[in-house]
């Protein structure tokens, strides 16, 4: 009676210490510590009445092995996230790191061609006016009153629905661009970012934090190999 006793005691203990095991386990797991595998920047920030607004893989669109120079004019790309019930525009957009940030479109990608050298017009030759009084009577007519140019249209607002997202990359037709950088972005480099919204909801990167250089689409081109140099006196020694 004591043995079956003794053996059903050991059975719950050692029970209980593989329970306490797999709860350890899952608090310590290698995947608790484990990141997104997202090379851009990305924060959410709750709204002020409820839901939150979302920056997701921010960065600056690659520019080759030299990254960019300080003046350039350097694309971004990124997507934010309205989480919330109501319409949310993106009223604001800057950087600490550019003379301004502004909203572009796929035709800023493109070089502006020089401006060709213009040829002179020929000269108009006069006409001789006809001799002759003019012909009594005869009015002029008023010339015609020009109508006033209309005004340029403002620019669009970025509106994101509620539980809609908003889309700034250059294949997208609409992005933003940091223009006259203050300084060179290389790569492995970032850039600050602030973003503002109607609702009061601000992005902007964390101190220790950047907009990152986007990494190549493709893989870049090694260098090539080359052969350890020869010391003299040593090419052939036996050993």
Do not use: W
């Not at 109501?86 to 502004?102: C, G, M, R, Y």
């Amino acid at each position: 009676m004591t043995r079956s006793i003794t053996k059903l005691l050991a059975g719950g203990a050692a029970a209980a210490a593989l329970a306490l095991t797999g709860c350890s386990a899952g608090m310590n797991s290698q995947t608790a510590d484990q990141v997104a595998a997202v090379p851009g920047f990305s924060l959410t920030v709750p709204g002020p009445n409820g839901g939150s607004v979302a920056l997701r893989d921010a960065m600056i669109a690659y520019a080759g092995l030299t990254g960019y120079a300080q003046g350039a004019t350097a694309p971004l790309q990124l997507r934010i996230f309205n989480d919330t019930e109501q319409p949310i525009t993106l009223d604001k957009f800057e950087s600490n790191d550019a003379a301004a940030v502004k909203l572009a479109s796929a035709a800023d990608l493109k070089p502006s061609p020089s401006p060709a050298a213009e040829s002179p017009s020929p000269a108009a030759s006069k006409s001789p006016k006809a001799a002759g009084s003019p012909s009594p009577g005869a009015e002029t007519s008023p010339a015609p009153a020009t109508s006033p140019s209309p005004a340029a249209a403002p620019p669009a607002k970025l509106t994101i629905p509620p539980a809609g997202y908003l889309e700034l990359t250059p294949g997208s037709g609409q992005f933003l661009a940091l223009t006259g950088l203050k300084k060179p972005v290389a790569n492995g480099e970032g850039v600050h970012l602030k973003l503002t919204f109607s609702n009061g909801v601000v992005l902007e990167t964390l101190p220790g934090t950047v907009v990152p250089l986007a990494p190549p689409l493709s893989p870049q081109p090694r260098l090539p190999i080359t052969a350890p140099p020869t010391r003299p006196g040593t090419e052939g020694d036996g050993h």
